[in-house]
Nanobody, 124 residues
């Protein structure tokens, strides 16, 4: 599976962005897909995951402001980000894996496939 993320950019605090991650190859509907981010000097952080079972899971930092969705027909996963803050500035990555248990969703090492990342910069 190849993943390509896009949709990042520069936005003012309080604004919104929608990231997209398009997949090619593989049976996309059978994969769990997730979003992570990495700010400068920090470790990669889990944000949200959408399992093949249809359930969605969020990190506390993403609850209430970020929404993950997917369109299996388009082989695309989205991350809608609202009320953005300067501390949301980071490179955002999408990831996928075909066999993740619930407890493994936040663990980046459990995902086999990664997109190249898209930069999100939130100005104050």
């Amino acid at each position: 599976v190849q993943l390509q993320a896009c949709g990042g950019g520069l936005v003012q605090a309080g604004g919104s962005l929608r990231l997209s991650c398009a997949a090619s190859g593989g049976a996309f509907s059978r994969y769990t897909v997730g979003w992570f981010r990495q700010a400068p000097g920090k470790e990669r952080e889990f944000l949200a995951a959408f399992r093949s079972t249809g359930t969605r899971h969020y990190a506390d930092s993403a609850k209430g402001r970020f929404t993950i969705s997917r369109d299996n027909a388009k082989k695309t996963v989205y991350l809608q980000m609202n009320s953005l803050r300067p501390e949301d500035t980071a490179v955002y990555y999408c990831a996928a894996d075909s066999s993740l248990i619930l407890s493994s969703l936040p663990d980046e090492n459990q995902y086999d496939y990664w997109g190249q990342g898209t930069q999100v910069t939130v100005s104050s």
